[in-house]
């Protein structure tokens, strides 16, 4: 390790075997690792991240090319690699019914701790990652938060030398997710550890020394996350114009020659340019307001990935035909009043009010387990609430929710596809279900084939598609019989920030077609391209406004420009305060 | 650090686990605990081979002492519940109902024909529906009229006049309760859920919350993974067996025979055999439904069908015999059928103890040939 790296792949390959099919999940990988600071991998979902962190463990072994971890060769010497680096798994593996403390006990046994040293360490462990008072808790019974450190604490009971975690902050609420890099950081200034982590969040390629973006197997790029920024500085800017919404604004810029990217963001449309000059597309557009912003990481992964797939994804038609419109005078289709479920002893929603107009994009933004997937199941009528009232294109779901189901579109988070149906019996099943038939399934058909560019993939089976292709077809599956509101439970999770860009597209579509959208999501910077968002935990709503507005509540002299996380810790923090007082 | 103490201490670590995971998973306790008792329960007083009071249409076509006399000694034995009808029909029409399980019908000429030389006929008519109780009712019917002769011979100070004289004599389960043969069989069913199911159940469970992939990066060997199991599960099976064997002496007042130590002996080989199964097939599947799936179909079924616990594999077709070889509960439940009702036989025991054994090391082996360390 005279080069200052603790690992080091050289040509690194391996595919696997799905469905008589084979699928290259790393296709020549090389990079290296620094020690003593923290390397992101970054990517989306299916990019090759769990892959890697497997043989970098010895748990795979390569179709080719070599893997080297602390000097070691992870796939030959494996046994000596594993008792030499620390591994969370993304599922943290715990043992649920165990408590806080056997889970420890274990693998303090496992990992060789002598007990006379275990009490030191044991009070270290707790006190950093704040479960000192939940040890006899069953591991089962923590929040998604504490299971993370927990799994942590587990993995860092014998100090390893390089620590391996696997999208450790997935689904995580954003308190948990900065504590957590917060004892991440510590390890690696105050022990000297050295730290490969992998995540699907663009926003925390910038809390690392160094990134790896990996993208479809490949390496995309590597370097420090600041020199991605760098390379788009002058190319970002706010635009707005006078006169004309956001939404509107978004579509007329996206895909035109010169734009790399342009977003919803909050009171204003984020562009991403070419080149530094911009003088055309304001030429194109009278009036016009570009204000400069500092680019963001993200900016640069898009910009690489367009460089490599040129071609703008066509997106628009929207809903095909026009959509019936059933919302009550004041254009309110959604309506919600203290809603409750209670599973148990356990209120999953507490107490729920919001109402929502006509063509309007509404998020709920919330960690897991905030009460948002329960919360739509009561709006799909798929769940009888336990106290409140529900109104859905004009109907109480307690007495009409099979004719509200028929107005309801409804994606869920798992896509609710037939995974061993070809893509076309998807979609005629699907138009079936929702009463299709003769001319007007033909029609459907042919649009959704069409309009989501499915016909090149119609015979594939639907289960060996891509993320992105899978997303697709769900979408077209759940706009088969034109609703009038679409429900989109967690739609992007995992997916490349291409693909979300063209889905949040045609959800921009569909609601300048009048089709009410209503999302839930994990992911902040989704929540800024809503009209409105409700910030949920623990089953309550802590803030329902504009994205800006929301923003704009943790605003202070030492944050004069606050992201959407720091609203939501802000509020989360606030809610945990009046909750103890 | 020794490499020795090590592993001694990773080993103590991953069995305390096991232990504090059966403790907390209900599902284990009712495998384990709650399963036998239940099945105990359902064979001890539920299910009986024997037949106790089966419903029988009499018929006497030309009613007469002898008939009369007859039906008496029907009516005595507590097999049979008879009821005297008028008609051949109004019998037929109650079997046909299911009233009645078979008619013994007695023609007009019974009286003549009885005291003639080759003897008087009486019909027996049997629902087939249920060949065991048809085959019962046709040779207790049979039984019942070889001993009203023969009392009426004795009677009328006659010897009967029959060339062979039948003197039966039952050995091992003098009183014909199958209880005495079910019950013991038990043991082995029991076994296998706990080694064969339930540990397939608990391996797939640590593939499907992915604490596998954590125990895999930790110094452990694959070897004292599954010897953690292997010891829990041991333990568990031996609890099992004792509360079975327990239950069947004290409560169902089976007899045993034979010697505890030797029965603790043979189930401990058999247990092994039953972890080996289990452990085997968790190595193919890794989501606890397929595993489930497999282990009833491979195992439990087996054990229940083809190991001679309620079906002797001496009347099965000769193909199906030839299967059973390869069930490995059908040599178990040799062993504690005669450990049970005939005593320390060791002609029976020790063959079967070695097929155990070989059938032990045989699944045991291929476990850890099958267990690497790795994810694919």
């Known amino acids: 390790m005279a080069d200052g790296f603790v690992l080091e792949a050289e040509g690194l390959s391996k595919a696997f075997h799905a469905g008589g099919r084979e699928v290259a999940a790393l296709a020549g990988v090389s990079l290296g690792i620094r020690a003593g600071a923290v390397t992101g991998l970054i990517g989306p979902d299916g990019a090759g991240k769990t892959t890697f962190m497997r043989l970098a463990a010895g748990l ?70 704040g479960l000192a008072s939940f040890t006899g808790r069953l591991a089962g019974r923590l929040s998604g938060g504490m299971k993370q450190k927990l799994g942590l604490a587990c993995t860092l009971v014998r100090a390893p030398r390089l620590l391996l975690l696997d999208e450790p902050t997935v689904g995580v609420d954003p308190v948990s997710r900065r504590e957590l890099w917060a004892i991440v950081d510590r390890l690696v200034k105050a022990e000297g550890m050295s730290v490969l982590l992998s995540t699907a969040y663009l926003d ?94 993200e900016d640069g992964f898009i910009d690489l990935l367009r460089q490599r797939e040129p071609g703008q994804p066509h997106a628009g038609a929207a809903n095909g035909l026009g959509v019936t419109d059933s919302g009550s005078a004041d254009g309110v289709v959604i309506k919600v009043q203290g809603l409750k479920r209670r599973f148990g002893e356990f209120w999953a929603v507490d107490g729920v009010d919001f109402a929502i107009r006509r063509g309007e994009i509404f998020g709920l933004l919330g960690a897991n387990g905030a009460g948002k997937t329960t919360t739509f199941r009561m709006l799909c009528g798929l769940l009888p609430a336990s106290a409140g009232h529900l109104e859905v294109a004009g109907l109480d779901l307690r007495r009409a929710a099979s004719t509200a189901r028929g107005r309801i579109g409804y994606m869920s988070q798992k896509f609710s596809l037939y995974g061993n149906l070809s893509v076309r019996q998807n979609l005629e099943f699907f138009a079936s279900a929702y009463g299709l038939a003769g001319q007007s399934k033909t029609e459907r058909l042919a649009w959704a084939q069409d309009e989501f560019e499915l016909a090149e993939f119609a015979n594939h089976l639907s289960g060996d598609l891509p993320l992105g292709y899978k997303q697709r077809l769900a979408m077209a599956c759940a706009l088969m019989h034109r609703p009038e509101i679409l429900f ?68 202070t002299n030492y944050t004069p420009e606050p992201s959407m996380e720091d609203a939501f810790i802000m509020l989360v923090e606030r809610a945990e305060l009046k909750e103890a007082a | 650090m020794s490499q020795r103490g090590g592993r001694a201490m990773r080993l103590n670590g991953l069995v305390r686990k096991e232990f504090l995971q059966i403790v907390r998973d209900p599902s284990s306790i009712a495998i384990a605990f709650l399963m036998p008792i239940f099945l105990l329960i359902l064979f001890g007083y539920g299910v009986s081979l024997d037949a106790d009071h089966v419903p029988l249409a009499l018929v006497a076509e030309a009613p007469s002492q002898d008939s009369a006399d007859f039906m008496a000694a029907l009516s005595g034995s507590h097999y049979f519940a008879p009821r005297v009808m008028q008609s051949m029909a109004e019998a037929e029409q109650a079997l046909r109902l299911g009233e009645v399980r078979g008619i013994v019908r007695l023609r007009a000429d019974f009286s003549r024909r009885m005291r003639q030389a080759d003897g008087a006929p009486v019909q027996v008519v049997v629902d087939g529906v249920d060949a065991n109780t048809a085959r019962l009712v046709e040779g207790y019917v049979e039984g019942a009229w070889g001993n009203w002769l023969a009392a009426k011979a004795a009677r009328s100070g006659q010897a009967l006049n029959t060339p062979v004289e039948l003197q039966s004599r039952i050995w091992f389960n003098s009183e014909l309760r199958s209880r005495n043969y079910l019950v013991p069989g038990l043991v082995a069913i029991i076994m296998t859920l706990i080694g064969a199911l339930l540990t397939a159940l608990v391996m797939a469970r640590e593939w499907e919350r992915g604490t596998m992939e954590a125990l895999m990066v930790t110094p452990a060997s694959m070897t004292e993974v599954l010897l953690g199991k292997l010891v829990a599960y041991f333990v568990l099976g031996t609890g099992g067996m004792l509360l079975t064997v327990g239950l069947s002496v004290w409560l169902f007042e089976v007899p045993l025979r034979g010697s505890f130590w030797v029965l603790w002996a043979c189930s401990s080989l058999f247990l092994l055999a039953a972890l080996g199964m289990g452990l085997t097939i968790s190595t193919l599947a890794r989501s606890q439904f397929v595993a489930g799936q497999i282990a009833i179909i491979a195992t439990f079924l087996p054990a229940f069908l083809l190991s001679g616990f309620i079906f002797d594999i001496g009347s099965m077709p000769p193909m199906v015999q030839v299967i059973t070889h390869v069930i490995v509960a059908r040599y178990f439940v040799a062993i504690v059928q005669t450990l049970f009702l005939a005593g320390d036989v060791w002609s029976v025991i020790l063959p079967n103890a070695a097929a155990l054994a070989l059938m032990a090391t045989i699944f045991l082996t291929i476990t850890w040939k099958k267990s690497r360390k790795r994810l694919e």
């Open chain 1, 488 to 555: 989109l439970d967690e739609p992007t999770s995992g997916v490349d920030p291409l693909a979300r860009r063209e889905f949040w597209q045609r959800i921009n579509a569909l609601a300048r077609a009048g089709v009410t959208v209503l999302v839930t999501t994990h992911f902040m910077e989704e929540a800024e391209y809503c009209d409105r968002l409700a910030i949920m935990a623990a089953g309550r709503i802590l803030a329902m406004d504009e994205p800006a507005a929301i923003k704009g509540l943790a605003r």
């Open chain 1, 60 to 129: 795979l072994v390569p179709d080719a090319g070599r893997i080297t971890v602390l000097g070691l060769d992870a796939t030959r010497d494996s046994l000596a690699v594993q008792a030499a680096l620390g591994y969370m798994p993304q599922r943290f593996g715990l043992y649920e019914d165990l408590t806080v403390q056997e889970n420890l006990d274990l693998y303090a046994d496992l990992q060789g701790v002598e007990k006379a040293a275990r009490p030191a360490r044991y009070a270290e462990l707790m006190h950093m990652t």
């Open chain 1, 204 to 297: 925390e390629a910038e809390r690392c020394a160094e990134v790896i973006l990996l993208h479809e197997g490949q390496v995309l790029d590597q370097g420090e996350p600041a020199a991605m920024s760098t390379r788009m500085a002058g190319r970002t800017w706010a635009a707005s114009l006078p006169g004309t919404r956001n939404r509107e604004l978004q579509a007329g810029l996206q895909g035109r020659p010169g734009v790399v990217d342009a977003l919803v963001q909050g009171d204003h449309v984020r562009l991403v340019s070419a080149g530094r000059e911009v003088a055309a597309l304001q030429a194109d557009f009278p009036g016009i307001d570009l204000r400069p912003v500092a680019p963001r990481f």
